[in-house]
């Protein structure tokens, strides 16, 4: 399959908790994205982190990266309403061709914040 | 600033009709450009990809072909749609040529995406 694991599958914490998603994966990677869907809509980029970082943060986001492990982590703090989503990881692979490159995308966790 | 335009939203065609969706990006030039698939429920999954004019490589054996007639127009074909093509297709791009550190690795921006009923 071309795509990546995540877990979990689905996610319901209440308003104010911290979500934590996973995404492992088994090929070789450029940098690991992080992605948001509201139902129906396109994807919307979060935060990316390259292979050589192993933490980065974006507000509420924070992204962990272990290549060791090929394992990266999506920590939403502080949750809210709004934050309803499916979320994705998808791992950048070089193609052959320069300049290219081949986003693979996980199953995706679908978040639930409950008011 | 850059934009991508997706169209239709919805479509809905019957079995064997055929199929052009297109996909239109403003405001960059050389861009990569993507189409993916997504079932319900389910991830995306890689259909093509151009890093050119002309230049087009497909990921999967289907039903589909994609065709790149402009520098920034990405399109979407079937000759015979098949009820198995019924889905949620996006369209994508990200910077071209050397990108990133020259890695050509870089975030991808999507379009909203059709929503394809065969029936």
């Known amino acids: 399959s071309q795509q990546g694991e995540e877990d979990p599958q689905a996610l319901s914490i209440q308003e104010g908790e911290n979500a934590t998603m996973n995404c492992s994966y088994k090929t070789s990677i450029n940098n690991l994205q992080w992605y948001r869907q509201n139902s129906g809509r396109g994807l919307v980029h979060l935060i990316l982190?390259?292979?050589?970082?192993r933490e980065k943060h974006s507000g509420r986001l924070r992204v962990t990266l272990d290549t060791s492990k090929k394992s990266s982590s999506l920590l939403i703090t502080a949750s809210r309403a709004a934050d309803t989503a499916s979320y994705f990881c998808?791992?950048?692979?070089?193609?052959?061709?320069?300049?290219?490159?081949?986003?693979?995308f996980g199953q995706g966790t679908r978040l639930t914040i409950n008011p | 600033s850059q934009t991508i335009h997706q169209w239709p939203a919805t479509l809905v065609q019957p079995v064997g009709s055929p199929l052009s969706l297109e996909c239109t990006v403003e405001?960059?030039?050389?861009?990569?450009l993507y189409w993916y698939r997504q079932a319900a429920g389910r991830g995306l999954q890689l259909l093509f990809y151009s890093v050119g004019i002309g230049q087009i490589s497909s990921e999967v054996p289907q039903n589909l072909s994609a065709s790149r007639p402009q520098d920034r127009q990405f399109i979407l074909s079937s000759k015979k749609l098949l009820l198995s093509d019924s889905g949620f297709y996006l369209c994508?791009?990200?910077?071209?040529?050397?990108?990133?550190?020259?890695?050509?690795?870089?975030?991808?921006?999507f379009g909203q995406g059709t929503r394809l009923t065969v029936v």
């Open positions: 982190i390259r292979s050589n970082e």
């Open positions: 405001g960059t030039s050389n861009p990569n």
């Open positions: 994508a791009w990200s910077v071209g040529g050397l990108g990133y550190r020259g890695l050509g690795s870089t975030e991808a921006f």
């Open positions: 998808a791992r950048s692979e070089r193609y052959i061709i320069q300049g290219a490159q081949k986003l693979v």
